[in-house]
């Protein structure tokens, strides 16, 4: 096989894992140790590294009519099950979203981790469905973007000067930022 | 490697298969990318959370119902026969061009990929082996549709049908040729004069010799017309005996593997000799056989007779008889035998008793486990001699028993024998 052909068939198992990475890189910065945190941290690192595994390993054979395996054959067709049935992808992102929650509010820092998570699930599509992603993201660009703009309005939802303390008015802004979501999430798909 | 068995031949078919959509994985992770993001912005009061959701929502969003409930899928084989380790090829199609499509390759068992198992377009084409004779399913190909939006996937799976797989023939050359040949035209030499190529000899002229026939040198030493004489050329009826009683030895080269690949090869090498070639595969239960006949096709039909021997566990009557419509007068039967089973001895006893020529091909390549226990050793012995001794038995009776490994040619342990005829003893 040649070089550009490994490259294109390695590329994308290669991207999905360092864009988990960084996005769980990204949101632990500063470190915190508070019980949750740390606990969000591992599970999102377990996360990435099993989801990465699981695409490096894609193409390994799981025997199906195996007679007497050995112990160790056995751990390894276990291990091969559970890297391919558990939703690594999914968990890795909750934790990373509640790694984000368990520091204090910083808008423009969540919003770069949106970018991010959305990236990362892109990548591991593409690198576990082998589509082309030129042809993938020219189809999906324009909602993307929009769905960039609403990210970046929520990071701004986020730094309006509330009208005055209390719990009301945060939630507000909650509220505020969902609708222009839910909003746009109606209006815009489906013209394309 | 010999030619593919039927290059031409294309098994082609279209089905019409229900597809199962479902959300597909991406979406399932779209949604939990959202689901949190709303949740969490909810839960802290923190608007840029809401604002986390928003991509995976509106990609969510974009999903449109319209899924087809059914698809036309293509199958056509490059050839429903092949020989061992012969690369195949099945190619699928699909008419959709709304939707991304892949297919997934799960070989069946017995069946090895030798391209990638995962493709993506409209068509796909997967390449296989098959490394031991009989008849394979293929397996078959999980077709996956995505949406343009890749947010459903509907899975479609295509059976694939099976192929014959043929041993691979050995390779033989020289051929075993019977010292009384049958009053029949054909390529063999005989020992009696006749209208052949080979030159014998030269004798007087007689009224009635053609005159292209004479000797002019001869002539003018001799001072009277002398001519040339010429061996008559005969065919020779083969009956290729395969022994599937015994299956011993480690799949792919046990004894009726060789026994097979053997057969196919002498079938083969004795009708590109303008031949008669028959087949009986002895069997628990009877035999099954082919009468011998001429030509191209009767290699296929052979290995199709010999492919339905049935090597199984199933012990039922033996017979040590071979019926007569089997076996024509003056056949020299090449036997391909492991020797382990005594009833057929016996019936090979019985053929030469009967007079036919016969030639044994030992398969055996192996021996009963042993540890290094005095009694193992001792059993070990025991059969060997058992084994020497049915041996010496048949070279008694003036049946040759040649041994061959299957990696080598049956040329070389055929070589004493095809360099002159074997004398047909009765």
Redesign the interface.
Known sequence: MSAPRVLAAAGPRLAAPLLGAACVAWTAVPLRHTGWADIALVVSIIAVTAGALRLALA?VPQPT?EFFPSPALRTWLQFLRVLRTW?W??IA??AT??L??QHP?R?WH??A??FG??AY?LA??IA?????AGR?LH??WK??L???C??????G??TLPTAGPG?GS??L??L???AV??A???V???R? | MPASVSSSSRDSSRKELEVRWRP???A???F??AL???L???L???????????????????A?PGRPPRVDVRVALATSRLYEDEVGAVDVAIDDTEH?V?WELHPG?GVDPVSA??V?GAAARFEFTVPRWGRRPLGSVAL?L?D???LAEGRVTVELPAVDCYPQPAVQRTRVVLSRLPNRLGEHSARVAGEGAEFTGIREYVPGDRQRAINWPATTRRGRLQVNTFAAERSQDIVLVVDATSDVGSPGSSALDLGLRGAAGAARAYLDGRDRVGVICYQWGGARWLAPSLGRRQVYKIIDTMLSADAGWARGESFSRIPRAALPPGALVVVFSPLLDQRFVETLRDMRERGFALFVVDVLNTAPPARRTFTDATTRRIWRMEQQAIRFSLRELGVPVVHWDGESPLDLPLAPYTRRPLLARR
Request: cysteine-free; proline content about 6%; charged content about 20%.
């Open positions: 193409d009519d939703p992808e999914e992102v909750a979203a509640w984000e929650v509010a808008p969540t919003v981790l949106g998570l959305v699930l591991v599509h576990e469905s082998g589509a082309p993938l189809r999906q909602v993307l929009a769905g960039a609403l990210i970046a309005l929520g990071a939802f986020a719990a945060a939630l802004r909650v505020a930022a969902a979501v839910g746009a999430a109606l815009l798909p489906g394309d | 597909s994985r991406h399932r992770r779209l939990t990318l949190a993001g709303l969490l912005a909810t802290t009061r923190r608007p840029e959370f809401a604002g986390l959701a928003a991509p995976a929502l509106l990609l969510l969003g974009a449109r991304d892949r068992r198992t995962a993506n996956v995505y343009r939006w890749r």
